[in-house]
Nanobody
Framework: QLQASGGGLVQPGGSLRLSCAAS????????MGWYRQAPGKRRELVAV???????TYADSVKGRFTISRDNARNTVHLQMNSLKPDDTAVYYCNAIIRANGLAYHTSYWGQGTLVTVSS
């Protein structure tokens, strides 16, 4: 249902852009966002955008990361600038999706994409 792409190795100060596309029999999508999990740590919110356009960022990425959403294509992107070694983690996209014919939303996760920030 969710396919993420765009991770890789980047030097400190560099940039990466992550993308995530939702597919399938979709009626509507509420929140779409990105989470990350570093080795030995819990998964944490990076950024999330609601269907109405509200956006929330983790304090640690404010001013450096930008989340954007294309509702027509059911995609969400995360532009990451000024990357730091502390940003190294597996990044997961998440979407709250209502499938056609159903009356409720379900949380879906992408497969995760590794971002490594290192010189």
């Amino acid at each position: 249902q969710l396919q993420a792409s765009g991770g890789g190795l980047v030097q400190p100060g560099g940039s990466l852009r992550l993308s995530c596309a939702a597919s399938g029999s979709i009626s509507s999508i509420n929140d779409m966002g990105w989470y990350r999990q570093a080795p030995g740590k819990r998964r944490e919110l990076v950024a999330v955008t609601t269907s109405g356009g509200s956006i929330t960022y983790a304090d640690s990425v404010k001013g450096r990361f930008t989340i954007s959403r294309d509702n027509a294509r059911n995609t969400v992107h995360l532009q990451m600038n000024s990357l730091k070694p502390d940003d190294t983690a597996v990044y997961y996209c998440n979407a709250i999706i209502r499938a056609n014919g159903l009356a409720y939303h379900t949380s879906y996760w992408g497969q995760g994409t590794l971002v490594t920030v290192s010189s």
